[in-house]
Structures are given as structure tokens and as C-alpha cells.
């Protein structure tokens, strides 16, 4: 049996694909107690094992379809992406919660997508924990920020500053932890050392990738990984009379689009296969930005290649 589900931070927009073309729709809180009426009205309906099928919206999604997988269905968790182009190849217009739940649910009956392991405590310890960094980094630059505007003289400047000292102290704290986190796991120690050895990939950022990125026996190919980040190239083209210049289609993780900036500037210096694709796009007049987009697909497509491989950079296959 297929279930689709659309995931929203409060509830949960359930469709199951019955026979004979019949669907079943039914909207569920997104908490532990909604969680469990989900398994009561599966059961009501004879289903017992299912296919389930959600989008990769993370911590929206993440709970439920630990819960689901630990009840004995399989579970998906699919690039939005991927959903978004099935729902157009349908010709679907409307955009309600319910329609997409439907549009899920006819994906995965229609393109089977691999399923989904949760990952071991550490990892999940690991992503729970550069994410804290990174909003707390993310609150210290807008504390920053606001405080350069502020007279230090006035007396809400000394609580700021307060304020800032203890996040950046917080900060610090974390570091500590995901170090010893990384010292005490042996696999996840090794991830971070096969990474490193790709020109352009700092402890930081290969931290940030295992922690975004979903592991390569979860994705097809190199390209998945690219659209899952929203690296892909998106371009539009009709006739003689558009002709948009492309751009990158920004639909996947922000955040692991954001952790691969810097390193593709330092990739297009310091890796060979990075500087030599980027060259080449230059020659061909290609524009600051899209160079830059495109060597950070390119890098992208090299970790996809290490990590599936388990190959240190230059050992492995260079176009997975």
C-alpha cells in the first residue's frame, strides 16, 4: 500500500492510494499523539505495512518518519524538488496541503524512491549539533550587527554586549562538544579525515556535509545529491522569443548550499578538477556567479563520489 504525506510544522496531510484509482485523505497533528492516530487509522483500513513516502523538510519530518519506520513501514524521504517536477509532469494546479499529499503518493507509486534508514545516534547527535552552531552563529552576526547601530554609551549597550559575550562563549561550548563527539566515533572521525582529503575541504565543512547532506546509499547519483542541495541549473527557453539565462534552482538545503560557498572559492585555486572545469567556463564567457555555482556542483559531485566510494579525492572515480 502507498501513502503520500505532506508535513507542515503542526499537522500532517495524509493521503493513501486505495484500488481502483480510490484515495483516502485524512489530516493528522504532527506530535507523538498525532503520530499514534496515524498507526490507529492505518490499522482501520487493513494496512499494516505501507510505502511512505514524505518530503526531505527537516526536523518537520524527521520525528514521524523515525516513528513510522520503527512501527515496520518503509518510509522515503524525498527531495522536494523531485515532488515539485512530478506534480507538474501531472498538469496539478491547485497548491493545498491536501493536493500535495496526493501528488506524493502518486510519486512513489510511480517512481518507487529508495528507502529510508534513520541514521545512528552519533550522526543524529552530530547534525543536531552543528545546527545548533549554526543558528547560534547566525544570532551572533544579527547581535553584532544591531550593536554596531547602538551608542555604546547608552545603558542597553552593556546588555547587549552581555548578551553577545555569552553566545559567543555558547558557541565556543559546542565546538568542544562536536570535537569530542567526532574523537569518541570512529566512523564519523574517518568521514571527516576522507573528506579532507578533496582540495578545498576544511574540518568545517565536511562536518556540515555529513551533517546536511543524506548519505550517498540514499541517493542514485551525483546529480540527486546536486539537486538536493538546489545546485542544479534551471533554464528557460521557448521558441526564439525566451531566453532567460540559467540560475541555479535554489529548491533543496540552504544549508548545505550556504557550507559550500567558501570552499568552491578555494576549490577553483587549490583542486585541479575544480580549476580546470571553471576555466573552462570562463573561456566561455560564462558570468562570475555561474562559475561559482557550478564549481560548487562540481564539488559537490566529488564528496558524492568519496563518500559512495569510500575512496580518498584521486583514488575514486572523478565523475560518480
Not at 69 to 74: D, E, N, S, Y
Request: net charge positive; with cysteine.
Amino acid at each position: 500500500m502507498i501513502v503520500g504525506i505532506d508535513v507542515s510544522k503542526l499537522k500532517l496531510d495524509i493521503t493513501v492510494l486505495l484500488e481502483k484509482n480510490k484515495e483516502k485523505h485524512k489530516v493528522f497533528a504532527n506530535n507523538l499523539k498525532g503520530f499514534g492516530e496515524i498507526t490507529q487509522w492505518l490499522d482501520q483500513l487493513g494496512i499494516k505495512t505501507a510505502h511512505i513516502c514524505l518530503e526531505a523538510t527537516g526536523s518537520y519530518s524527521e520525528a514521524v518518519s523515525l516513528f513510522l519506520h520503527q512501527q515496520g513501514h518503509t518510509v522515503s524521504l524525498v527531495n522536494p524538488a523531485r515532488i515539485k517536477a512530478y506534480g507538474k509532469s501531472e498538469g496539478s494546479r491547485a497548491k493545498t496541503d491536501k493536493v500535495d499529499s496526493g501528488v506524493i503518493a502518486r510519486f512513489c507509486q510511480a517512481q518507487p524512491p529508495l528507502a529510508w534508514n534513520p541514521p545512528a545516534p552519533e550522526e543524529q547527535a552530530l547534525k543536531d549539533l552543528y545546527r545548533c552552531r549554526q543558528s547560534l552563529i547566525e544570532d551572533q552576526i544579527r547581535l553584532s550587527n544591531r550593536m554596531e547601530a547602538l551608542d555604546n554609551t547608552k545603558a542597553s549597550f552593556k546588555i547587549w554586549k552581555t548578551l553577545l559575550e555569552e553566545l559567543k562563549k555558547t558557541i565556543k561550548d559546542l565546538e568542544v562538544q562536536l570535537n569530542a563527539l567526532l574523537k569518541s566515533h570512529t566512523n564519523l572521525s574517518n568521514q571527516v579525515a576522507l573528506l579532507k582529503t578533496i582540495p578545498g575541504i576544511s574540518d568545517k565543512t565536511a562536518v556540515a556535509i555529513l551533517s546536511e547532506l543524506p548519505p550517498p546509499n540514499t541517493l542514485k547519483t551525483a546529480r540527486e545529491a546536486a539537486a538536493f542541495a538546489g545546485l542544479t541549473p534551471t533554464v528557460r527557453q521557448s521558441g526564439t522569443s525566451v531566453r532567460e539565462r540559467g540560475s541555479l534552482s535554489k529548491t533543496g538545503n540552504a544549508q548545505l548550499r550556504k557550507a559550500l560557498y567558501m570552499p568552491a572559492l578555494v576549490a577553483k585555486k587549490s583542486n585541479p578538477l575544480v580549476r580546470e572545469f571553471c576555466n573552462r567556463l570562463a573561456e566561455k564567457a560564462k558570468t562570475k556567479m555561474v562559475v561559482i555555482g557550478a564549481a560548487m556542483r562540481k564539488l559537490l559531485h566529488l564528496i558524492f563520489g568519496v563518500l559512495k566510494h569510500q575512496t580518498p579525492f584521486g583514488l575514486t572515480q572523478q565523475n560518480p
